[in-house]
T-cell receptor, first 114, second 114 residues
Framework: KNQVEQSPQSLIILEGKNCTLQ??????????LRWYKQDTGRGPVSLTI?????NTKSNGRYTATLDADTKQSSLHITASQLSDSASYIC?????????????FGTGTRLTIIP | EAQVTQNPRYLITVTGKKLTVTCSQN?????MSWYRQDPGLGLRQIYY???????DKGDVPEGYKVSRKEKRNFPLILESPSPNQTSLYFC?????????????FGPGTRLTVL
């Protein structure tokens, strides 16, 4: 069964600090891995999409890494801001080309305090 | 503005009373999907559509119906809602199938079935 596990479940950090969120997956066959940001009560918004050949991808202060061998990904947030408070969801796409399915993690709830 | 819209945003209903949640996108996307999000669980796919008149079951299709008569619209129908369908529902669309295509989510519909 395809699974995506995220850690920690929740995290509180001070504004301006960096943090790293983790994602482990057991999904086969792997197509791509996505990170989403979901503000409370709103729909998820895509941050990055990476295929197995991409090790790192950045989107502003967000940097995602992927190790396809160990089936791990991380999302690093640099110089956090209050607006970064949200849930961050790791999603892995799998299946045959053109008919992939998404497996969602349960997310990491990040709170930035001033 | 490119977007996915859902209506209503909030709905309280009673068991057995048929309801429809509408979803519309203005990006000429071929792929559309419905998800539900419950506390402690990742988003789970209900139904998806690769194109007009083509729909398929996702992971949790029981108790739901969909239709795709037009490219822009993908309504979710609950013929006889039950309390276990109380959830937060998201519609999403992407240009084509999920292969490396970003998925855009609607704002969500919070449904309560009494």
């Amino acid at each position: 069964k395809n699974q995506v596990e995220q850690s920690p479940q929740s995290l509180i950090i001070l504004e301006g600090k960096n943090c790293t969120l983790q994602c482990n997956y057991t999904v086969s066959p792997f197509s791509n891995l996505r990170w989403y940001k979901q503000d409370t009560g709103r729909g998820p918004v895509s941050l990055t999409i990476m295929t197995f050949s991409e090790n790192t991808k950045s989107n502003g202060r967000y940097t995602a890494t992927l190790d396809a061998d160990t089936k791990q990904s991380s999302l690093h947030i640099t110089a956090s801001q209050l607006s970064d408070s949200a849930s961050y969801i790791c999603v892995v796409s799998s299946g045959p080309f053109g008919n992939e399915k998404l497996t969602f993690g349960t997310g990491t709830r990040l709170t930035i305090i001033p | 503005e490119a977007q996915v819209t859902q209506n209503p945003r909030y709905l309280i209903t009673v068991t057995g009373k048929k309801l429809t949640v509408t979803c519309s996108q203005n990006m000429n996307h071929e792929y559309m999907s419905w998800y539900r999000q419950d506390p402690g669980l990742g988003l789970r796919q209900i139904y998806y559509s690769m194109n007009v008149e083509v729909t398929d079951k996702g992971d949790v299709p029981e108790g739901y119906k969909v239709s795709r008569k037009e490219k822009r619209n993908f309504p979710l129908i609950l013929e006889s809602p039950s309390p276990n369908q109380t959830s937060l529902y998201f519609c999403a669309s992407s240009l084509m199938a999920l292969t490396y295509n970003e998925q855009f989510f609607g704002p969500g519909t919070r449904l309560t079935v009494l």
